[in-house]
């Protein structure tokens, strides 16, 4: 494995601070490096693989695809991709689906189409966005300026004009940095990066109904809650409030990447043909994993399972709050939750100890650790990885 870390060191720019681990393959929950050890996965590339590793559907699906045709690009129709759009219309009730690759694209597309029906059917001068202080939207020049967290734009300026951050869940603010020339309103209904921080229902029931006074586009980034991670097929489904576009892309296709805008028909009118594209967006072999997922997810009966799972997971980290001092809180719902400690070094500490004796986890921001499994994950599994996660609490709480 030493002489891949170094290999990797050499040929990759050095932009992640990766773990000093090769993975080579996985099976359900569970991955394995290259030295064959076996790790329970928390993290599952970062709330990517909603099916776990080897799901049978998933892999027919795409080798039948692959078969047929990958690509064809978006000059001509085919069929999955209709299909999956239609799909996710009837999910999520809104209207309109644009597909691309990546979450900071649908963001992106997101704030171009924002920016477009501002022009359209507001002013000219209506180019104005507000977004939320510590959220994260990715890391195009367009997300990015959107991202509220400065240490992510640091040596980037200039950043894109017309956008403003308020600190979120503080509707006052909100109200007062909005203007005629606004076009839209993004949020994370919970910031995933930016620590597990959930949306109060008050102010979103707020917003909605500023956004729909004053003629500006609320917009739901959930490139990270989508597609069931909460319980719901969307997390604003928790709360029963409507976005008019929603943006999703991380567990959509359960490893493959892929992006993709849902607006509804007032929304979806900003766009003209020509003015926004992606060769690959949407392309038959991505939609075929797309179509596996939604497939699995509805068949299997995952979103009660993940609401199951998600509050016994809650209940066993509020165990663990009692126990051990380290642990200040508990947050997030289904099975995108975060447990805040102390401080960076005990967060460190905690998820390289874990690693070492075979559970997988990640932080979100400096003094979170963050919980985001396979949507397949069973109530044993996350006893398992409990019992791991006890061992180095045990042990940090013994050293401090
Ligand atoms: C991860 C994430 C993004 C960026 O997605 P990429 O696929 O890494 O570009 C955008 N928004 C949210 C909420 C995310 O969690």
Redesign the pocket.
């Known amino acids: 494995m030493k002489k891949w870390l170094s290999r990797g060191e050499e040929a990759l720019m050095n932009t992640y601070n990766s773990f000093p681990v090769v993975l080579h393959s996985g099976e359900g929950v569970y991955v394995k490096d290259i030295e064959g050890k076996r790790y329970l996965d928390f993290v599952s590339g970062?709330a990517v693989n909603s099916l776990g590793y080897g799901n049978e559907s998933f892999i027919k699906s795409v080798t039948n695809q692959l078969h047929k045709i990958c690509h064809c690009s978006n000059l001509y129709y085919s069929q999955p991709n209709i299909e999956v759009a239609e799909k996710l219309i009837e999910l999520s009730g809104l209207d309109k689906v644009f597909f691309c690759n990546?979450?900071?694209?649908a963001?992106e597309g997101a704030l171009k189409l924002a920016r477009q029906y501002g022009k359209k059917y507001k002013s000219t001068q209506a180019a104005k966005v507000i977004a939320m202080e510590n959220s994260?939207?990715?890391?195009t020049y367009g997300?990015l300026t959107l991202t509220g967290q400065k240490k992510y734009h640091a040596g980037f300026q200039p950043l894109l004009d017309q956008i403003q951050h308020v600190p979120f869940n503080d509707y006052s603010s909100l109200e007062q940095a909005i203007d005629d020339d606004t076009c839209a309103i993004f949020l994370?209904l919970i910031q995933?990066?930016g620590g597990i921080n959930m949306v109060d229902q008050d102010f979103l029931e707020q917003v909605r109904k500023l956004c729909d006074d004053k003629n500006i586009l609320l917009i739901f980034?959930e490139?990270?809650t989508g597609i069931g991670r909460t319980g719901n097929w969307f997390a604003f489904q928790n709360f029963g409030i409507k976005p008019d576009i929603v943006t999703c892309?991380?567990g959509l296709g359960g490893g493959f990447p892929v992006?993709a805008l849902i607006g509804n028909e007032k929304a979806s009118r900003g766009f003209s043909p020509g003015e926004h594209a992606s060769t690959f967006g949407g392309n038959p072999l991505a939609m075929s994993a797309v179509k596996a997922v939604l497939e699995e997810v509805e068949k299997e009966n995952i979103l009660p399972h993940v609401k199951e799972v998600g509050e016994y997971l809650s209940y066993r980290l509020n165990k663990l709050k009692k126990k051990y001092a380290v642990i200040k809180s508990v947050k997030g719902i289904g099975l995108i939750q975060g447990i805040e400690v102390s401080n960076m070094k005990d967060m460190k500490e905690i998820i390289n100890k874990v690693m070492e004796e075979g559970l997988l986890l990640v932080n979100a921001g400096p003094k979170v650790i963050r919980f985001v499994p396979p949507l397949v994950t069973t109530k044993a599994q996350i006893e398992e990885g409990i019992t791991i996660l006890e061992v180095a609490l045990k042990e940090v709480t013994d050293g401090s």
């Not at 990546?102 to 694209?105: C, I, N, P, V, W």
């Not at 994260?136 to 890391?139: A, I, L, S, T, V």
């Open positions: 970062i990546s979450g900071a694209e963001v994260f939207h990715g890391r997300a994370e995933g990066e980034d490139v990270q892309a991380k992006g």
